[in-house]
């Protein structure tokens, strides 16, 4: 994962674009990764796995017409990609006409800017095991020690993630860069009596050394544990709801597919007809930004060669974008978002969000919030997936803490909350200051006005 991973890419960039003018087709792109991934698993205090993966490939988008062949191979070299042609040139006698567009957006980026973004820090190429196998161990025996309530462990994992990724097209385009993931997570089980709860959370970082340190992570978890034990339902009303970050998470990550130009096209979202539109209170500004210095989902390029940038879907309550690919943004008549990802060489370029976050302006600490309220739920789990981007219906089952004369009360657990988007973006009324980036989505806390939920 150096120079020469780039050399070797540029040069079989030139192939590429050489081999497309002596072929029969019309034009395509070529992706191509180098990366290292490995995966390290402890559970009751002994390693449970270990795994060091190297994957390498191209994935080949060629056309003709209105025909398309995507084909992918793992040997990165003159071999692998003159069999790629090979391959293409016998499907393409065969596959009906595909819906895609040659209009392809490209910008070359400079270097400075890429290194700007600080998206890759080589841990990953000379790290040593012991080390990551004994900060797991600490984590799992912390989390275990920080209560007495907490009964076992359901493992601590670590993953490890970097590579060289680099988009090429048949007219002679050609960028490359690297990037680092580095992510933690940790599950236990708290017990009270005769009930048990259950409790995960993890943390991602572009940097090893940001993730968080075993003994404050591990009493964060065993206190998310504990908090929720012994909970009842409240009486069925509309009440108050306030967000906690992991609860909010869950929410937004779903209520973001609505946004997505594809779902759009074909008529599965709920905000189709709603460009521009006012569909939430006016101090909402939902962020999409794929440029995010040390952002965990930051890239300099999505994988249709389309720069990457910062858009506001949300901004002061109005649906400002959808997030589009180069075919999705050609039938909308939309500018590209430049948010075609794909997951490695193997896989199409698909629309997804970025680093999206919901804004705290204007935001207020959190205990001034929960003063506000007189009677309602604080939530911290949203379970099941009842969060629907077709309908704009949300129906899930939370847990959390009552919240009554503006402090926090006993614990919360078998309700339901039954409500729509719309209905929830408009009625948030406060937000948290309490951003922080963890994630593809992140939130501060919200409060929203008057929720719908189903108790007792």
């Keep these: 994962m150096n120079a020469n991973i780039t050399d070797l890419h540029r040069n079989l960039g030139n192939l590429f674009s ?30 449970s796995s270990l795994r060091d993966n190297l994957e390498q490939g191209m994935g080949m988008r060629v056309f003709k017409g209105s025909k398309m062949v995507f084909a992918i191979s793992a040997e990165v070299n003159k071999s692998g990609l003159d069999d790629l042609f090979s391959n293409a040139l016998e499907l393409i006698k065969f596959i ?61 994992s670590l993953s490890l993630f970097g590579g060289s990724f680099s988009f090429c097209t048949a007219g002679g385009f050609f960028q490359s860069f690297r990037k680092s993931i580095y992510s933690v997570s940790l599950g236990v089980i708290a017990k ?33 544990a504990v908090r929720l034990l012994g909970g009842e339902p409240i009486n069925t009303g509309k009440y108050p709801v306030l967000f906690h970050p992991d609860a909010g998470i869950d929410l937004f990550s779903g209520i973001i597919g609505a946004f997505n130009g594809d ?29 995010m210095v040390k952002g965990v989902s930051s890239i300099p390029l999505d994988g249709e060669g389309t720069r990457a940038k910062k858009k506001y879907i949300i901004r002061k309550g109005v649906l400002e974008n959808f997030l589009t690919d ?49 009677y309602g739920l604080y ?21 959390g803490l009552l919240l009554e004369d503006g402090k926090m009360g006993r614990p919360v657990s078998r309700v339901t909350i039954a409500d729509s988007f719309e209905n929830i973006l408009n009625n948030i009324t406060m937000v948290g200051n309490d951003l922080v980036f963890r994630g593809s989505v992140s939130v501060p806390h919200f409060l929203v006005k008057d929720i719908t939920v189903s108790g007792t």
């Design 18 to 47: 050489h081999s497309c003018r002596k072929s029969e087709f019309d034009g395509g792109d070529l992706f191509m990764t180098h990366s290292r991934q490995v995966s390290i698993n402890v559970k009751d205090g002994k390693l």
């Design 192 to 224: 009270k009596g005769s009930e048990t709860k259950s409790s995960f959370d993890h943390w991602i970082s572009i940097y090893r050394n940001e993730l968080p340190r075993y003994k404050a992570f591990a009493r964060f978890i065993a206190n998310k």
């Design 96 to 156: 009906g006409e595909s819906d895609f567009t040659k209009n392809y957006r490209l910008e070359e980026i400079q270097e400075n800017y890429i290194k700007k973004l600080d998206i890759w820090d080589g841990y990953i190429e000379d790290f040593k095991v012991e080390p990551e196998i004994k900060y797991l161990k600490g984590l799992e025996s912390d989390c275990l020690k920080a209560r007495r309530e907490i009964e076992s462990s359901r493992g601590a």
């Design 263 to 291: 779902s759009v096209i074909k008529g599965s979202s709920c905000y189709a007809d709603s460009l521009g539109k006012k569909i939430a209170n006016e101090n909402i500004n939902l962020i999409d930004d794929a440029v």
């Design 326 to 374: 180069l075919n999705s943004a050609e039938k909308l008549n939309l500018e590209p978002t430049g948010n075609a990802y794909r997951d490695s060489y193997s896989s199409r370029p698909y629309i997804s969000s970025t680093n999206c976050y919901l804004e705290d302006n204007n935001s207020y600490p959190i205990p001034e919030i929960i003063k506000t309220v007189d």
């Design 379 to 399: 939530v911290f789990e949203i379970l099941g997936f009842g969060i629907d981007p077709v309908s704009g219906s949300v129906s899930i089952g939370v847990s």
